[in-house]
């Protein structure tokens, strides 16, 4: 079994930030990509921000400058600083990790339970 636990959502006024943390547990061989993934009421789940194994990062237009992913291969965690949060930030944001479980097995995407973000004006 793997799990991807996120913490650190919650109420911030516009212009305050937040980070939010994801570690990955479980039977793990190796983690490839890392992300995180956010989805408002009623809309689409969309992607906020990736970053590779090697550190190489993608992230939204919507909130490139603001945010930034990192992670720690060590403890299978991965991170996201979100700095001057704006209202339209406001999602349930989900943690996602290519996860192989063992020497010769295919990566296999997991996902988070989700953390809310709330964002006031």
């Known amino acids: 079994q793997v799990q991807l636990v996120e913490s650190g959502g919650g109420l911030v006024q516009a212009g305050g930030s937040l980070r939010l943390s994801c570690a990955a547990s479980?039977?793990?061989?190796?983690?490839?990509?890392m992300g995180w993934y956010r989805q408002a009421p009623g809309k689409q789940r969309d992607l906020v921000a990736i970053?590779?194994?090697?550190?190489?990062?993608q992230y939204a237009e919507s909130v490139k400058g603001r945010f930034t992913i990192s992670r720690d291969n060590a403890k299978n965690t991965v991170f996201l600083q979100m700095n001057s949060l704006k209202p339209e930030d406001t999602a349930v944001y989900y943690c996602?990790?290519?996860?192989?479980?063992?020497?010769?097995?295919?990566?296999?995407?997991?996902w988070g339970q989700g953390t809310q973000v709330t964002v006031s004006s």
């Open positions: 479980g039977s793990i061989f190796s983690i490839n990509g």
């Open positions: 996602n990790a290519a996860i192989k479980r063992g020497f010769g097995r295919a990566f296999v995407e997991h």
């Open positions: 970053i590779t194994s090697g550190g190489s990062t």
